[in-house]
């Protein structure tokens, strides 16, 4: 319950032990009522919002944190460990490919910062660079675009290795990058999570001969 200050603004000649009693009774939803309505900017702000104040946030914008994923680990392979013979599961012809995750917290609050700045996006280079900024920014990673001129595009990824739930986040498309109609052709990324590859070049997030990295190819589903 919430401190009531109403009965201490009752004047002197009505100070009544019943009388002030019966002000804090009726005052008191009205301040419990005010107390919670201050509680919910913070209560819903991206940056401090947990749990089902998130998933609110997210269906806002547009999104939830339900998340497809490719399977990995589970059926079996020829020499990687773990599903190797005698290990993995045999993959039968309607077994899925992939399947379904909750993002925890702090990786939906990525992607609802990076929908939130799609929402606003006009479209253009510069503001997908914008929008990798508003949910990446922290980690040190580099984006660079290469418009093929044929409604196609290539992003390569530098500074960062992205993890397992990134790269679905990117293949998926969950991470708006590209305008409507125009496809993204692949991702460039990089392996040791410092700069690219690059002949002759030397620039942010790219380097090269035996400093930048070959990247590792990323093919997003259409």
């Keep these: 319950m919430a401190n009531n200050d109403y009965p201490g603004l009752v004047t002197s000649q009505h100070q009544q032990p019943r009388f002030t009693a019966l002000v804090a009774v009726l005052t008191q939803p009205l301040v419990d009522a005010q107390t919670l309505l201050a ?111 044929d409604m196609s595009m290539v992003v390569g990824i530098a500074g960062m290795r992205p993890d397992a739930v990134t790269q679905a986040l990117l293949m998926g498309n969950y991470i708006p990058l590209k305008p409507e109609g125009v496809r993204v052709s692949w991702y460039a990324v990089t392996q040791d999570g410092g700069p690219l590859m690059a002949w002759g070049c030397q620039a942010d997030g790219l380097d090269g001969w035996g400093a930048g990295s070959w990247p590792t190819v990323l093919r997003p589903t259409e």
Aim: cysteine-free.
């Design 39 to 149: 509680s919910l900017p913070a209560a819903f702000d991206v940056d401090t919002a947990v749990g089902v104040q998130l998933d609110a946030v997210g269906l806002w914008v547009g999104i939830t944190r339900v998340l497809r994923m490719p399977l990995a680990g589970v059926y079996f392979a020829w020499g990687v460990s773990g599903v190797g013979w005698s290990e993995g599961v045999w993959k039968g012809p309607y077994d899925p490919e992939s399947g379904l995750t909750s993002l925890p917290d702090d990786v939906f609050r990525r992607l609802i910062k990076a929908r939130i700045a799609a929402n606003a996006w006009n479209g253009s280079i510069p503001g997908a660079y914008d929008v990798w900024e508003s949910a990446f920014a922290d980690t040190g990673s580099i984006i660079m675009i290469q418009d093929n001129q």
